[in-house]
């Protein structure tokens, strides 16, 4: 069975920096497009980094400059650095990414859109 498990989170005060990870497990072959998204308090998922199968980087306006996504392909896992972080930033952060993988039964398979379950970040003094 493939899922996505996130870690990272955490307490911070305004200022700091967390690294959140994202581990695809499972019969993993490649890991394609990957993104983080925020959910804050009462609102709505929003992407905030996206980073395509050949590395290219994009971000949400809120955070470009602050946040950087990254994948370490050999331990297939998506990363996201979390620099100067502010109040806004608090919410839910939830990796989502398409991958290949191998079944039950030895047969490559593509999964589209996997999330994973989240991680709290809250940004607080």
């Known amino acids: 069975q493939v899922q996505l498990t996130e870690s990272g989170g955490g307490l911070v005060q305004p200022g700091g920096s967390l690294r959140l990870s994202c581990a695809a497990s499972?019969?993993?072959?490649?890991?394609?497009?990957c993104d983080w998204y925020h959910q804050a308090p009462g609102k709505q998922r929003e992407l905030v980094a996206h980073l395509t199968s050949g590395g290219s980087a994009s971000y949400n306006e809120s955070v470009k400059g602050r946040f950087t996504i990254s994948r370490d392909d050999a331990e297939n896992t998506v990363y996201l650095q979390m620099n100067r972080l502010k109040p806004e930033d608090t919410g839910v952060y939830y990796c989502n990414a398409d991958l290949s993988y191998f079944s039950e039964t030895g047969e490559r398979q593509i999964g589209y859109g996997l999330w994973g379950q989240g991680t709290q970040v809250t940004v607080s003094s």
């Open positions: 499972g019969s993993i072959i490649t890991m394609y497009t």
